[in-house]
């Protein structure tokens, strides 16, 4: 559960890719992880052909990135082809909390004794992987760590000594896990969805619920995995399983164009150059009572092309209601961003607000060069802070 505000380590946490159910099972049982044969579909057709390969009661899921898949109708029990068939006509199309289903998965039934919880995420508090297991799963973790905390256990991995076995003995008689047999496929669980973590570098792997049948077999019935965006370079195939239908619009237009980018939830669209001055942004954005809309990062060019590409994402979000550019030159001279800015300015028809903050090399020449071009729409500003407050009371002078 990320913090409160806009922390820029919390906020780049967004930074990242979720996989289908479907995708995440897939990741489980190359890392050993028992979980039950299924089939995808895109079609009530293909749904039946599936169900027919299964044989006897499966379950139509629908694959969405978001919770609520069972509240919302979107997880139905068939008992043969036809009725799957039917239940999949049904799921497709429907609008789960605005994702749109458009695949399902369908799964050979199980029958539950018990269900537990376990995950393995990345705390970064602590700067380290997070164990959570508890013998209350089927549930919401928050929900159980507020009425029940005693019955979570929670253990932290030290990354330069990495996973050791007797820490997985110590979450599941922790969590009070009695079944001798359970405890065996439990402890071997554990060892294996740490090895899917490091080796596919997960954010979250979680197994909610992680079930008992009634002949004792423990095996994944969900799955939720999280990969870290920028370690997709490492994971080709992973990268592949991407659904560019699924992410947030502007977030696909950036990545077309190479633009680092993150959507927030706010109306101040942020462009600054290196990620550490952007996350400050982000910070003082908030302190001064407005809500960013992005992280977008220049990088260390100030460019025509690249600031144009940059607006045309940020300009993209209906919900921005003003632009700050904030640059530091360093080894990037300040005359020269604004020249970029300027150039991007005359191909592009931009009728927000922006606010131009110009700090480091060649900052007085390139303030002087925006102020003598003096577009009606740009106001240059000398410090982040009073940057921040005119962006801010300019957004509100537009609602």
Same mark, same amino acid.
């Given at each position: 559960?990320?913090?409160?505000?806009?922390?820029?380590?919390?906020?780049?946490?967004?930074?990242?890719?979720?996989?289908?159910?479907?995708?995440?099972?897939?990741?489980?049982?190359?890392?050993?992880?028992?979980?039950?044969?299924?089939?995808?579909?895109?079609?009530?057709?293909?749904?039946? #052909? @599936?169900? *027919?390969?299964?044989?006897? %009661?499966?379950? /139509?899921? +629908?694959? $969405?990135?978001?919770?609520?898949?069972?509240?919302?109708?979107?997880?139905?029990?068939?008992?043969?082809?036809?009725?799957?068939?039917?239940?999949?006509?049904?799921?497709?199309?429907?609008?789960?909390?605005?994702?749109?289903?458009?695949?399902?998965?369908?799964?050979?039934?199980?029958?539950?004794?018990?269900?537990?919880?376990?995950?393995?995420?990345?705390?970064?508090?602590?700067?380290?992987?997070?164990?959570?297991?508890?013998?209350?799963?089927?549930?919401?973790?928050?929900?159980?760590?507020?009425?029940?905390?005693?019955?979570?256990?929670?253990?932290?991995?030290?990354?330069?000594?990495?996973?050791?076995?007797?820490?997985?003995?110590?979450?599941?008689?922790? #969590? @009070?896990? *009695?079944?001798?047999?359970? %405890?065996?496929? /439990?402890? +071997?669980? $554990?060892?294996?969805?740490?090895?899917?973590?490091?080796?596919?570098?997960?954010?979250?792997?979680?197994?909610?619920?992680?079930?008992?049948?009634?002949?004792?077999?423990?095996?994944?019935?969900?799955?939720?995995?999280?990969?870290?965006?920028?370690?997709?370079?490492?994971?080709?195939?992973?990268?592949?399983?991407?659904?560019?239908?699924?992410?947030?619009?502007?977030?696909?237009?950036?990545?077309?164009?190479?633009?680092?980018?993150?959507?927030?939830?706010?109306?101040?669209?942020?462009?600054?150059?290196?990620?550490?001055?952007?996350?400050?942004?982000?910070?003082?954005?908030?302190?001064?009572?407005?809500?960013?809309?992005?992280?977008?990062?220049?990088?260390?060019? @100030?460019?025509?092309?690249?600031?144009?590409?940059?607006?045309?994402?940020?300009?993209?979000?209906?919900?921005?209601?003003?632009?700050?550019?904030?640059?530091?030159?360093?080894?990037?001279?300040?005359?020269?961003?604004?020249?970029?800015?300027?150039?991007?300015?005359?191909?592009?028809?931009?009728?927000?607000?922006?606010?131009?903050?110009?700090?480091?090399?060649?900052?007085?020449?390139?303030?002087?060069?925006?102020?003598?071009?003096?577009?009606?729409?740009?106001?240059?500003?000398?410090?982040?802070?009073?940057?921040?407050?005119?962006?801010?009371?300019?957004?509100?002078?537009?609602?």
């Amino acid at each position: 559960m990320a913090p409160e505000g806009y922390s820029g380590v919390a906020r780049l946490a967004r930074a990242r890719m979720d996989l289908y159910e479907y995708q995440g099972k897939q990741l489980f049982a190359r890392f050993g992880i028992p979980v039950s044969e299924g089939r995808l579909a895109t079609t009530p057709e293909e749904a039946r #052909a @599936g169900a *027919e390969e299964l044989g006897g %009661q499966v379950v /139509v899921k +629908a694959q $969405v990135l978001t919770g609520g898949r069972g509240k919302a109708g979107g997880i139905q029990l068939a008992e043969g082809p036809d009725d799957a068939e039917a239940r999949a006509r049904d799921i497709l199309g429907m609008d789960i909390r605005g994702h749109v289903v458009r695949r399902v998965w369908i799964e050979k039934a199980s029958e539950i004794e018990r269900e537990y919880y376990l995950s393995v995420t990345f705390d970064r508090g602590e700067k380290k992987p997070l164990f959570m297991f508890t013998t209350k799963g089927g549930v919401d973790i928050e929900e159980v760590a507020e009425t029940d905390p005693d019955a979570l256990a929670r253990l932290h991995i030290d990354p330069l000594v990495g996973f050791q076995s007797f820490q997985a003995r110590w979450l599941v008689f922790t #969590a @009070g896990l *009695e079944d001798p047999d359970e %405890q065996k496929q /439990v402890l +071997a669980i $554990v060892g294996k969805l740490y090895e899917a973590f490091v080796g596919t570098d997960a954010m979250l792997c979680e197994i909610n619920p992680l079930i008992v049948t009634p002949a004792g077999e423990v095996k994944a019935l969900d799955s939720k995995f999280t990969v870290d965006d920028n370690a997709l370079y490492r994971h080709t195939d992973i990268a592949e399983m991407r659904d560019p239908e699924a992410g947030d619009p502007q977030e696909r237009l950036a990545r077309e164009k190479g633009v680092t980018y993150v959507k927030l939830d706010g109306e101040i669209g942020i462009l600054g150059n290196g990620a550490g001055l952007v996350m400050s942004t982000l910070d003082v954005i908030d302190q001064v009572g407005g809500r960013p809309a992005n992280f977008c990062d220049l990088g260390g060019g @100030g460019d025509a092309e690249g600031v144009v590409d940059a607006l045309e994402v940020i300009t993209a979000d209906s919900q921005v209601e003003a632009i700050l550019f904030n640059i530091f030159g360093g080894i990037t001279r300040g005359d020269e961003v604004a020249r970029g800015i300027l150039e991007a300015l005359d191909r592009m028809t931009i009728d927000l607000p922006i606010v131009v903050r110009l700090d480091g090399t060649n900052a007085a020449e390139g303030r002087a060069m925006l102020a003598d071009a003096a577009p009606p729409n740009l106001y240059v500003e000398e410090t982040m802070l009073s940057a921040a407050e005119r962006v801010v009371e300019l957004s509100k002078g537009r609602r």
